[in-house]
């Protein structure tokens, strides 16, 4: 039986840069602030009606900042997403 052959990352995860993961959050916030999703603004996550509450600073985690970005309230309660996941109202 041949050894498994090991990579140092987890499914699923997003691999970091060499660039500091503060700036790839920082970068992946203003870029959906530039689009319109500022705090405050009403989206569309999917179909279901949701606002702006804020932006997603995680470092680690299932849902890290540089992924998803934005901070969403709806009807069904706060999540965090992608900025292709939204859409403006």
């Known amino acids: ?4 052959v090991r990579t140092g ?5 997003v691999r970091r ?3 500091p993961l ?3 959050i920082g970068c ?3 870029a959906a602030i530039k689009l319109g ?3 405050g603004r009403e989206v569309l996550v999917g179909k279901v009606p949701g606002l702006v509450v804020g932006y997603n600073i995680a470092g680690m985690g299932s849902f890290p900042g540089n992924a998803y970005p934005l ?6 309660g706060v ?5 292709d996941e939204v859409s403006l109202a």
Do not use: H
């Open 22 to 24: 503060e700036r790839n």
């Open 1 to 4: 039986m041949a050894a498994k």
């Open 79 to 83: 999540t965090k997403c992608a900025v």
């Open 17 to 19: 840069d060499d660039e």
């Open 37 to 39: 999703f500022v705090v």
């Open 71 to 76: 901070v969403v309230r709806t009807a069904l």
């Open 28 to 30: 992946a916030a203003n």
């Open 9 to 13: 990352s987890r499914p699923g995860k």
